[in-house]
């Protein structure tokens, strides 16, 4: 597959899709945090960001056109994240990433 194709774009998953899991606000949440957490997943979709994640928590970003192979593992260790951030929230049971801290506070 060609780096920057429309296939690796696919392949890489659709970013700044936050708002779309998200849904409606938990008990206990409010709509003004979630559209906070969302604009804060979405800014650097706009930039054509793409998020990479680290074994050990850390979180970089790169341009979607600079991906190569390499970084396939970060970028699914990101979404597993996400993913498990996602599903947890649904049971009530945590707060958001530590990257959106800073814009909450």
Known sequence: MRLGSASWRRSVGRIGHLARLLGGPLPGESAEELQLLAAEDQRPADG??????SPHG????KHIDELTPEDRQA???AQRVLMSW????????????SRFYSRMQ
């Open 48 to 53: 054509g960001l793409v998020e990479l994640g």
């Open 75 to 77: 970028r699914a260790e």
């Open 58 to 61: 850390g979180v970089s970003y």
């Open 86 to 97: 996602i599903i947890e929230r649904q049971r009530g049971r945590r707060p958001p990433p």
